[in-house]
Nanobody, 124 residues
Framework: QVQLKESGGGLVQAGGSLRLSCAASGRTSRANMMGWFRQAPGKEREVVAGISWNGESTYYADSVKGRFTISRDNVKNTVYLQMNSLKPEDTAVYYC?????????????????WGQGTQVTVSS
């Protein structure tokens, strides 16, 4: 099993920045691809960004391209999501996910492990 713990969420004004972190523990050899997803009230969960096991391949949803950056530190077993130029529509619970697949995936069904989520609220 892999345990994922997110941190770094909070309340920020529009235009501000936050950095989310997700620390993996347990059987981290199963935490190859990593991703960030989010779910806003009344909406379906959507992919935000994903990263391959070695960090060489990344994916971003169109809505966050140019504003968010995903990265990872495999020594620390941690993945990050740097969020800049935040907008009120970025408000959601953000979830970290991990899967055994080496390449990046945008499909939430291909992720095996999920964190509890961290709330991000962007005020206008």
């Amino acid at each position: 099993q892999v345990q994922l713990k997110e941190s770094g969420g909070g309340l920020v004004q529009a235009g501000g920045s936050l950095r989310l972190s997700c620390a993996a523990s347990g059987r981290t050899s199963r935490a190859n691809m990593m991703g960030w997803f989010r779910q806003a009230p009344g909406k379906e969960r959507e992919v935000v960004a994903g990263i391959s096991w070695n960090g060489e391949s990344t994916y971003y949803a169109d809505s966050v391209k140019g504003r968010f950056t995903i990265s990872r530190d495999n020594v620390k077993n941690t993945v990050y999501l740097q969020m800049n130029s935040l907008k009120p529509e970025d408000t959601a619970v953000y979830y970290c996910a991990a899967g055994a697949r080496l390449s990046v995936s945008i499909r939430d069904g291909e992720y095996d492990y999920w964190g509890q989520g961290t709330q991000v609220t962007v005020s206008s």
